[in-house]
């Protein structure tokens, strides 16, 4: 499987394509000189509250600027949020932000804890080893189309490498 690099260098590395399919790019036309963000492993929990499931990738930013995430859509739910998990006291809590910055040099590991996408009124039934695509829409890179992949909860914390136990999204 080959490296696929798209217009204006939103690359993304072979390993991801391994593990989530294709992809497209379509950046904006004021965007900054140098753009390059890769995402990679975009994983789905296994919906354990029926409705909802939280979405995790990772995002690498080689380009000269800043760049945000700031909408998520699918086929798969009718309703997309960026949540941001905080600790308050001995209580983990989630709450919705209108973007995500990922900074220049920087990598962003959207994870159980930590940033994730909600997926909400899910379209169907998703079940472990489910794919399905998923448009992320960058403030300067534009959308990009990559797929995810459903992973079984008990799985989250062998793939993503983060407590579970503290995903407020995960069974009660
Ligand atoms: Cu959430």
Not at 32 to 37: H, V
Not at 62 to 74: M, R
Not at 142 to 169: C, F, K, N, W
């Amino acid at each position: 499987m080959t490296d696929r690099t798209c217009t204006h260098r939103c690359v993304r590395p072979a390993a991801a394509l391994l593990l989530a399919g294709a992809l497209a790019c379509s950046p904006d036309r004021d965007m900054p000189e140098s753009i390059d963000l890769q995402v990679s492993q975009v994983y789905v929990t296994e919906p354990v509250l029926g409705e909802r499931a939280a979405m995790y990738f990772s995002v690498t930013n080689n380009g000269s600027a800043d760049d945000a995430l700031v909408g998520v859509s699918t086929e798969a739910a009718r309703v997309t949020e960026i949540h941001r998990t905080a600790r308050e006291g001995d209580v983990m809590r989630m709450e919705r932000v209108e973007a995500l910055t990922v900074p220049a040099g920087t990598r962003i590991d959207l994870a159980p804890g930590g940033y994730h996408l909600m997926l909400l009124k899910l379209t169907g039934h998703l079940f472990p080893g489910d794919g399905f695509d998923v448009t992320l829409r960058f403030r300067h890179a534009g959308t990009m189309l990559v797929r995810a992949r459903v992973i079984a909860y008990e799985d989250v914390e062998q793939v993503l490498g983060s407590p579970s136990a503290q995903d407020p999204h995960g069974p009660r």
